[in-house]
């Protein structure tokens, strides 16, 4: 099989190019603007990658989607900072860039497995998310946090139609809260414009504080980045096409904690670590407001928790990692990388 990823560097891009490389006889075709995250996956002769630029090769995109059997585009801008920052950019690139690469499958007959987001479930007040059943609720215009939910519930619409209807063979996969080693640079972090658990793992590191936004009373469901793969594998495996034209929740319901719980116990590992252990001081836990963390155009999510009795019936999948452990391990590797970088 050969597979196409776009944004391939990326946080799920790198893993799953890993994955690929070392579990099958699959050939991985690349693309990113970057190849810091790739390390030993460059050297292997069933990967081929481009840097470029989603915007730019269309060309190459077009004959790459053409050449191979699934189509992966992971390439998104999916920070809340950015969502409010720069609504615009992530409209161009997360809805316009991704709609040209479903076009392209539609027209060449590709497989397209495509990572929507536990975001477009929004607002719902459900106590669990389920894939089939869920309203998707988004707040006002005026709060720009939703034009990232909005334009993946779209792409997931407009995919789904053309599934429907026999012009593409698509799974749509949503992960709720992936973490685990290289989740986020440390450039983006000092930026803050890095996702919550890489945030808090940089202002640990550089003594920075621990802003809770409202108080940290927001819940998540920590997903472990090698489970999370697990379950990709399978859909891409798709025994007896168990997968075609399903929509699939990839979480763990029961790494449900709280962002002041998140920050207590990174904290605490980050007090245990061999390097930190003697440190003299440690970074305090703050309470800040939304609108001074991100702007007047945020607006929040209390609950994100989804129901994973889809994947576990059609992938024979669960998830294992439970969130200490997730936590340890995306700490100690981001500590590993970038321990001379952080002054």
């Known amino acids: 099989m050969k597979v196409l990823i776009f944004g391939v560097n990326g946080f799920i891009g790198h893993h799953l190019t890993k994955r690929i490389l070392n579990t099958t006889d699959w050939s991985v075709y690349g693309m990113d603007l970057g190849f810091d995250r790739l390390g030993k996956s460059l050297d292997n002769p069933r990967f081929h990658f481009l840097e470029g630029d989603i915007s730019i090769n269309k060309e190459w995109i077009e004959y790459h989607i053409k050449k191979c059997d699934v189509i992966i585009p992971l390439v998104a801008i999916a920070t809340p900072k950015q969502y409010v920052e720069d609504p615009i950019g992530v409209f161009n690139l997360d809805f316009e860039m991704n709609l040209n690469v479903v076009k392209h499958c539609v027209k060449y007959h590709k497989r397209i497995v495509f990572p929507s987001t536990s975001e477009v479930y929004g607002a719902s007040a459900e106590p669990e998310f ?39 063979d698509f799974t749509l996969f949503r992960p709720f ?35 809770l936004v409202d108080g940290g009373r927001q819940k998540r469901c920590f997903t ?21 034209n399903e929509i699939i929740n990839i979480g763990n319901p029961d790494n449900e904690y709280s962002i002041k719980e998140l920050a207590s116990i990174l904290k605490s590992l980050f007090m245990e670590h061999p390097d930190h252990k003697d440190d003299k001081e440690f970074s305090e836990i703050i309470e800040v407001s939304a609108d001074d963390y991100y702007g007047k ?15 576990c019936r059609l992938l024979n999948w669960e998830p294992v990692t439970g969130l200490e452990e997730s936590l340890k391990m995306t700490l100690y590797s981001f500590l590993e990388e970038n321990e001379t970088a952080h002054s």
Not at 225 to 236: Q, R, S, W
Not at 297 to 311: L, M, N
Request: charged letters at 30%; aromatic letters at 8%.
């Open 177 to 211: 809260n992936w973490i685990g080693p290289r989740l986020d640079s440390l450039d983006a972090a000092k930026e803050g414009s890095s996702r919550v658990v890489t945030q808090f793992i940089a202002e640990l590191l550089m003594k920075h504080p621990i802003s």
């Open 297 to 311: 155009g945020y607006q929040d999510i209390y609950t994100r928790k989804p129901s994973i009795e889809k994947a």
């Open 130 to 168: 389920k894939e089939d059943e869920t309203f998707l609720v988004l707040g006002p215009i005026q709060k720009e946090r939703w034009i990232y939910s909005c334009c993946k519930q779209l792409l997931d619409r407009v995919i789904y139609a053309h599934g429907t209807r026999g012009d593409l």
């Open 224 to 244: 472990y980045v090698d489970d999370g793969i697990d379950a990709l594998m399978k859909i891409l495996e798709n025994k007896d096409n168990c997968c075609k």
